[in-house]
């Protein structure tokens, strides 16, 4: 057993709220004498632990003894599915899908070992000597039968889990020596499948079926990187430092995937996830449009005066803040913090915020005029920037990449924006400078 556990939190054996079944969790060590053959960086092992936990899933299932573990017996299958369902992140900086059986801080390679919270549901039974008897016999076959199943796991897989999170931690690390805020290698695939239990994008599983991995365009530069725990050279897409990079294309296109995706790269994911070569640093924003209650928020430099029904000044707003002052509130306060990235999601921002409007007040910046005034304002921020109906935004940036047909391609900034011009100029004749007159198709 670890030295500490907290009892009630990490270590219980409690009726069901409907007391139809007994839950239970404590830690337990188990000894893995292969783990002595891998001279791997334990600050890696959690590919390794997350290669066993996965193991112990699929056995489960064969396995009578381990039944336990998804409540076989209680008629309440359903809602224990989640300690056996399936999870490709190995480790995250967060407290991310800590309802999934997954590495974490209760789930570690340790001296002896490695440590397990063990969790399960049996039967409900009242109280009793004989029930305690029958209870411990069946959670001591339980254990065993992990026990015997994690001696079964192949090194060769604990060792591929190992170096594919080593590989992540060191091209992580690597990112700011090459200027980069994130690396998208190519073979990437950022699609995802959702279930019941990973119903969000960092923690769905990869897409079944047709899925099309990202390469990146050699206009587009693409640079290469030494992996540390396989020793492998991969080459793909860095975006930099300081860059404005966007994202384009047509409706459902993959454009808040690939996004989505980056995001993602704050993770380390076991092999076969799909995002193990797509690392990006940690720190950056996701500003969106949800309108909040402002209390001395700086709106600056967006915003030049005070919206109505607001009080303070622009560096210090008070009140219900609209969508744009909101994310205007959100992009200020990422750039005061020196965030490294900022992503611009065009689903879920606030357009009139983004590109110049013809009835915007004329106190109102928008993030596209701002680009274009004066880069200094965002220091070595980089934004990244996902949309097709943002035009005007799309063309302050340094480097395009259009996803068609889910493919990604190259786009010239200067012919974005001579095309981009000569649509302007095509739209302008659709509307009508008197009453009933147009220039359409002149």
């Given amino acids: 057993m670890p030295d500490t556990y907290r009892l009630g939190t990490d270590a219980y054996l409690v009726p069901s709220p409907d007391r139809q079944d007994l839950l239970f969790s404590f830690p337990v060590v188990f000894r893995v004498p292969v783990i002595d053959e ?37 008629g309440n299958q359903s809602r224990y599915q989640v300690h056996i369902e399936p999870c490709t992140i190995a480790s995250s900086p967060s407290a991310l899908a800590s309802h999934l059986w997954r590495p974490d801080d209760e ?14 549901a049996l039967p409900y039974l009242p109280l009793s000597s004989t029930n305690i008897t029958h209870v411990q016999s069946d959670i001591g076959s ?182 744009s002052a909101s994310m205007a509130y959100r992009i200020s306060d990422a750039l005061r913090r020196e965030a490294p990235y900022i992503v611009i999601d065009e689903d879920r921002a606030a357009q009139n915020l983004m590109v110049p409007c013809y009835m915007s007040h004329s106190k109102i910046r928008s993030l596209a005029f701002l680009l274009a005034e004066d880069r200094t304002v965002f220091g070595d921020t980089s934004f990244i920037i996902a949309g097709s109906g943002m035009e005007l935004l799309i063309a302050q940036a340094d480097r395009i990449l259009r996803l068609c047909q889910h493919q990604p391609y190259a786009l010239s900034v200067p012919k974005y924006r001579e095309g981009l011009y000569e649509f302007y100029e095509k739209m302008a004749g659709m509307v009508p400078k008197k009453s009933g007159e147009r220039d359409v198709g002149k």
Avoid at 45 to 74: F, N, W
Avoid at 107 to 120: E, T
């Fill in 142 to 323: 339980y254990l065993a039968a992990l026990a015997d199943c994690i001696h079964k796991v192949p090194v060769r897989q604990i060792k591929r889990g190992w170096e594919t999170v080593l590989d992540q931690l060191h091209l992580r690390s690597e990112l700011s020596r090459m200027g980069l805020v994130c690396f998208i290698g190519d073979g990437t695939r950022p699609a995802r499948s959702f279930t019941r239990h990973r119903s969000w994008h960092r923690v769905a599983g990869p897409k079944e079926g047709v899925h099309i991995p990202f390469y990146c365009p050699t206009e587009l530069s693409p640079v290469e990187v030494m992996l540390a725990g396989s020793n492998q050279t991969v080459s793909g897409l860095g975006i930099k430092r300081g860059e404005i990079f966007a994202i384009t294309g047509s409706n459902a296109e993959g454009k808040s995937t690939l996004l989505n995706a980056i995001q993602a790269g704050v993770d380390d994911h076991a092999p076969g996830d799909g995002r193990e070569v797509l690392v990006t640093v940690p720190g950056g924003f996701s500003p969106d449009a949800t309108g909040i209650e402002l209390k001395g928020a700086d709106l600056r430099p967006f915003f030049g005066g005070i919206p109505p029904g607001m009080s303070g000044t622009p560096d210090s707003v008070c009140g219900q803040g609209s969508g």
């Fill in 38 to 74: 891998i001279s791997l960086p334990l600050s890696a092992s959690a590919g390794a632990v997350h290669t066993i936990i996965e193991y112990c899933k699929q056995s489960s299932m064969k396995d009578t003894r381990m039944g336990i573990l998804y409540g076989a017996g209680t």
């Fill in 107 to 120: 789930n570690v390679l340790c001296p002896h070992g490695i440590r397990l919270s063990i969790r399960g």
